[in-house]
């Protein structure tokens, strides 16, 4: 029946062991003796569907070790010291539903990345860093809550989450990345956490129904980089804070209902093109 049975015996599953067997059918039970998953395990096995649990007992899964494997539609993770490798369930785009403990503190590079179905995901308490491209192309997820525990949000984290509309981001945030919420074209309102200094270039670009810009205070922004929020063709005004000293090239490049700009008496330096397409 196309069933895949793995013996209570097994401690782990090795590099690609079952890489690509996209005839199992079914849901994939792990048994609680696994503890060691390693990388490419599951790679491409389309046809498992259901549930994946991981057991408590599971201390390590390696990079692209879910991946591909498109049957999913739930995610159970119930260990409490694990380690999960770069795009670990990248490319489960039936995943309509994640758990995770609230032990992580660490969600890794692209872990989540094309993840399709996936509308709504709650951060445990402890995390402390959401990983470089970690839900990019997550294209239903819509709401996200990020706990107090972030200190950073690492480049593209959310890029291209097209039906993404609230974010709300804590001011415990150190930093964001380049390009973290790149094309989230159903952003309507942003607060920039007053912890953050600098908003790094291609942060919002292509936030094309972002309508609202705040800047939490008191702010300590200093730096907006090139193509920040380019490309922002529902932003018809801003008020920049009084902290900020520069304003690269193409920063508001074609954002056509930007009709009011307060560019504070701190900025000194207003480069090339940063308004380029406005005003229209």
Known sequence: DGALIISEAVTTIGTSAFAGCSGF?????IPNSVE???SFAFFGCSGFTGTLIIS????FIGNSTFCD???FTKLQINSFHLFIGDFAFGGCTSLEEITIPQSVTHIGNSVFAGCESLKEITFP???????ESAFNDCLTLTKVHIPMSVKKIKNSAFRRCSKLEMIIIPNTVESIGNSSFYDCSSLKKIIIPSSIKVIESHTFRGCSSLEEVIFESPSKIEEIKSNAFCFCSSLKQIELPNTLKRIESMSFCECPSLSQVTIPQSVTSIEKNSFYGCFK
Request: some cysteine; glycine content about 14%.
């Open 36 to 38: 060691i998953i390693e």
């Open 25 to 29: 059918k079914g849901v994939l039970t």
């Open 69 to 71: 494997c498109s049957g």
């Open 125 to 131: 308490e402890m995390i402390t860093e959401i990983g």
């Open 56 to 59: 408590n007992f599971v201390t």
